[in-house]
């Protein structure tokens, strides 16, 4: 007998006949077909599923749970639990992030990046690719502080920037060319926001006078945190005092829109969708609350068992069907953040 790739063959035996009988002989009798014209290539099939794959990995672990109908009027002030209607809400494991400053806080801009804000001292914004097939960039035109949230506004072409502090600042970062963030000038809300003043030094030494301190008629906000701009107006929080704020592009003023005294409490992040606000809670009882244009705050869901977690990342897919946000801790209340969780929830949503 001759040898042929560790099967045993007779002379003359074909060696396609020998590898069939291999087959068999472990319970595999699945012919393996070379691809016809119109099949695609194993190869190819991967690379085509690639987002799939990658999506199927982001979300391996599915739960699903309730979700309820939305806020249908002032009278519907009620947890999300009493109101059923259909949906769902999945959630998935996500892998601890590999940088080891928090960056909790994020937002996609028109020209396809994703701007991750560092929280901490002398932080730094990243734009980065969401698709992976390039390397995160540090833009520190747009400022050295504690970073928290950054919202574009498409319409003037700025981004607006809150920063964490209990006397933070809330910034504007316009570039020299619209979708380059690499230079720009940042500038300083000022007094009732009717004016801009320009950071004389956007990246101070540590011993240096920080960007909140360079500028005498800044006005200081107490902890500032999420920022989402929509129709002429960026809306951002501040959890030193539980409030809402609202900035009108047109207008030139800053009011609060929620001022710390309903069921929301820990305001942290905000997104919005057709007018309505939702805003996430940092502590309090996790819960996402929305605010309606005509005033109404009210809870739209809780996440029960994470006392020790926040919410955080709330973001719309661009048809407004699925919410998603994540728990930074989840279950276990690790400080690391290797127990997050990410969510996602099925509409429908108020219109």
Not at 37 to 58: I, S, T
Not at 271 to 289: Q, S
């Amino acid at each position: 007998m001759a040898r042929g790739r560790g099967v045993g063959v007779r002379r003359g035996e074909p060696v396609r006949a020998a590898r069939r009988a291999r087959r068999q002989r472990h319970g595999v009798t699945r012919r393996l077909h070379r691809p016809h014209r119109g099949q695609v290539r194993p190869e190819r099939r991967r690379h085509a599923l690639a987002p799939r794959a990658r999506r199927r990995r982001l979300l391996r672990r599915r739960h699903r749970l309730d979700l309820r109908v939305q806020l249908r009027g002032a009278a519907d002030r009620r947890r999300l639990g009493d109101q059923v209607q259909g949906g769902r809400v999945d959630r998935a494991r996500v892998p601890h992030p590999q940088r080891h400053e928090p960056q909790l806080r994020g937002r996609r801009h028109p020209w396809n990046t994703w701007l991750s804000c560092e929280e901490i001292f002398r932080g730094r914004v990243y734009e980065t690719d969401p698709y992976g097939t390039r390397s995160a960039q540090p833009r520190p035109a747009m400022g050295r502080f504690k970073h928290e949230a950054a919202a574009c506004d498409p319409d003037r072409r700025v981004v607006y920037l809150t920063e964490d502090e209990s006397d933070g600042c809330f910034y504007r970062f316009t570039p020299t060319t619209w979708g380059d963030l690499s230079s720009g000038r940042l500038e300083v809300l000022c007094g009732d926001g009717t004016v801009w003043r320009e950071v004389p030094d956007p990246s101070p030494a540590v011993l240096e006078r920080q960007t909140r301190h360079q500028v005498p008629e800044a006005r200081h906000f107490n902890g500032g945190e999420g920022c989402h701009y929509s129709a002429g107006v960026c809306y951002f929080t501040a959890k030193g005092d539980r409030k809402v704020w609202a900035y009108d592009t047109a207008r030139q003023t800053v009011t609060a829109i929620y001022d710390g005294t309903g069921t929301l409490d820990g305001v942290d992040n905000v997104t919005g969708l057709k007018g309505d606000l939702y805003v996430a809670e940092d502590g309090g009882n996790m819960e996402i609350n929305i605010i309606t244009p005509d005033g109404v705050v009210a809870p739209i869901m809780r996440l029960d068992g994470q006392a020790r977690s926040e919410i955080t990342g709330p973001a719309f897919s661009p048809d407004g069907t699925r919410l998603y946000f994540s728990s930074q801790r989840g279950t276990s209340g690790e400080s690391a953040g290797t127990g997050g969780i990410t969510y996602e929830v099925t509409g429908p949503f108020r219109r």
